[in-house]
């Protein structure tokens, strides 16, 4: 079964990540390509704010860098 359809529904809105991410700052968080990224809301200049499902961590990541979860 693809983990993407798993049933997210408590988790908000979920994304995927495109590509690797290291953290720059220590209020973003780093993630590998294909990890989901839970609980997500938008801020403004193109970044937004979520957990890293695989990590738990929470914080700061590019929009530019995640992609909507078809879920």
């Known amino acids: 079964m693809d983990p993407i359809n798993h049933n997210y529904g408590s988790l908000g809105r979920v994304y995927k990540a495109m590509f690797d991410y290291e953290a720059q700052d220590d209020d ?26 695989r990590t738990g961590q929470v914080g ?12």
């Open 28 to 53: 973003e968080v780093s993630f590998q390509d294909g990890d989901l990224i839970i609980n997500v809301s938008n801020i403004d200049g193109g970044w937004m704010t979520g957990e890293v499902q």
């Open 60 to 71: 700061m990541l590019p929009a530019n860098y995640v992609q909507l979860a078809n879920i």
